[in-house]
């Protein structure tokens, strides 16, 4: 999350990822936004600390926070222009692959066509674009002058797509099934 005051600011920011529902009980929600990726529904959380997006029905959980996190799989990006991670996280039902960039601050394209963005404070946002193969998101620290870009594909592993195919081409070849 953009930090709301200068006492200790943060210096890196944590990915989590879980096939399990995270305990967000503990944290403070500033926003939540209904949506839909790879067909499922899904839920993109603002946090005071970062963000959260879930697919439950794909059990995929990502968890974004200032502070350490114990989740299955973990990563850590320092707050810096410049940097450049990757990572990937692998379910049952898909796979996935966030890149994250430091770029200047100001690259920070606004919020405007945002899916779910929260402002803390001057300059200090957290967004989230929902886009076909998963999602983007921003996070600005003008303490840094940062603009932290993160991109996560999300594709389903084989076997689940084909299950769907079989699934959508069986309802076309017979759309009205007899009981």
């Not at 993109?44 to 502070?67: Q, R, W």
């Not at 404070?121 to 674009?129: E, K």
Request: charged share 20%; glycine share 6%.
């Amino acid at each position: 999350m953009p930090s709301e005051s200068s006492h200790n600011p943060p210096t890196a920011l944590h990915f989590g990822y879980t096939t399990e529902v995270p305990d967000l009980s503990s944290v403070e929600v500033k926003t939540v936004h209904p949506e839909s990726l790879l067909g499922e529904p899904a839920v993109f959380t603002v946090i005071g600390e970062s963000h959260y997006v879930g697919l439950p029905t794909l059990d995929f959980h990502e968890l974004c926070s200032c502070k350490p996190l114990s989740s299955d799989t973990t990563h850590e990006t320092p707050l810096s222009v410049g940097v450049a991670h990757d990572f990937d996280f692998e379910s049952e039902h898909l796979h996935a692959q966030t890149v994250v960039e430091g770029r200047s601050l100001e690259h920070f394209p606004g919020a405007d066509d945002a899916t779910v963005a929260y402002r803390f404070g001057p300059d200090a946002w957290t967004t989230i674009h929902a886009t076909d193969a998963g999602y983007e998101t921003y996070h600005t620290y003008p303490e840094y002058e940062l603009a932290l870009y993160t991109e996560t594909r999300l594709t389903m592993n084989t076997s689940e797509t084909a299950e769907f195919e079989d699934s959508t081409a069986q309802q076309m070849t017979n759309p009205n099934p007899r009981r």
